[in-house]
């Protein structure tokens, strides 16, 4: 069974500076996505950015981007220059790659806080 | 830009009464899913759903649990005998099965209170 970890249950950053987001996951497959979601106080989960496992290369989407370890089993989000609209929940999600259809396996969040 | 809608927003019911939460998923996609979220915790996977039948469940999806595809475009979770513990947010989510370019498109919930 796969589990993805997200260690900080909550974090805060001032306008514009740069934070980063932790998560860890767990899985013996060698084929999967993960991802970030973000859900607002709407409660709407809204993807933000979506990484391959057999991709070296580190997603990106504007402002954010993944610190992506495979060997580490690490899936970190970077959010630069923070707005007050990125203030919400943040969830890290695992999928298994080869079998279509697949369930989505979330951390349990990080609530960020983006203060004026 | 194509969206997954769920109805009602908001439903109360009364312990021990049968809900049904609609979804109608985007229209090209085969795959279909609910997951819920209890207030304060993650978001947990119930089912899914290919090809007029389930695909994959968890443990929380019991007896108790049903989904259907009655028509071309609805996508229902029905819950027979509500408990307490079910209140949460009810989650539905569509995606196509590209490799490479997999990706679950979400609605923007149902809030289930059960009193």
């Known amino acids: 069974a796969q589990t993805v970890t997200q260690s900080q249950p909550e974090m805060s950053v001032q306008e514009a500076e740069t934070v980063t987001l932790s998560c860890t996951y767990d899985?013996?497959?060698?084929?999967?996505?993960l991802f970030w979601y973000k859900q607002p106080p709407s409660r709407q989960m809204i993807l933000v950015i979506r990484?391959?496992?057999?991709?070296?290369q580190n997603a990106t989407e504007n402002r954010f981007s993944v610190n992506f370890q495979k060997a580490a089993k690490s899936f970190s989000l970077k959010i630069s220059d923070s707005q007050l609209g990125d203030t919400a929940m943040y969830f890290c999600?695992?999928?298994?790659?080869?079998?279509?259809?697949?369930?989505?396996?979330f951390g349990e969040g990080t609530q960020l806080t983006v203060n004026p | 830009e194509p969206e997954v809608t769920q109805t009602p927003s908001h439903q109360v019911t009364q312990m021990g009464q049968e809900v049904i939460l609609r979804c109608v998923p985007i229209?090209?996609?085969?795959?279909f899913y609910w997951y819920r979220q209890i207030l304060g915790q993650k978001v947990e996977f119930l089912v899914s759903?290919?090809?007029?039948?389930?695909?994959?469940k968890s443990e929380i999806f019991d007896d108790q649990f049903s989904v259907e595809r009655p028509d071309g475009s609805n996508f229902t979770l029905k819950i027979r005998s509500t408990k307490l513990e079910d209140s949460a947010m009810y989650f539905c989510?569509?995606?196509?099965?590209?490799?490479?370019?997999?990706?679950?498109?979400f609605g923007q919930g149902t809030r289930l209170t059960v009193v």
């Open positions: 229209s090209n996609h085969l795959y």
């Open positions: 990484q391959e496992a057999y991709k070296q």
């Open positions: 899985t013996s497959e060698s084929n999967y996505y």
């Open positions: 759903f290919y090809n007029n039948e389930i695909s994959e």
């Open positions: 999600a695992f999928m298994i790659g080869e079998t279509s259809g697949s369930r989505l396996t």
């Open positions: 989510a569509s995606s196509v099965f590209v490799p490479g370019d997999t990706e679950a498109f």
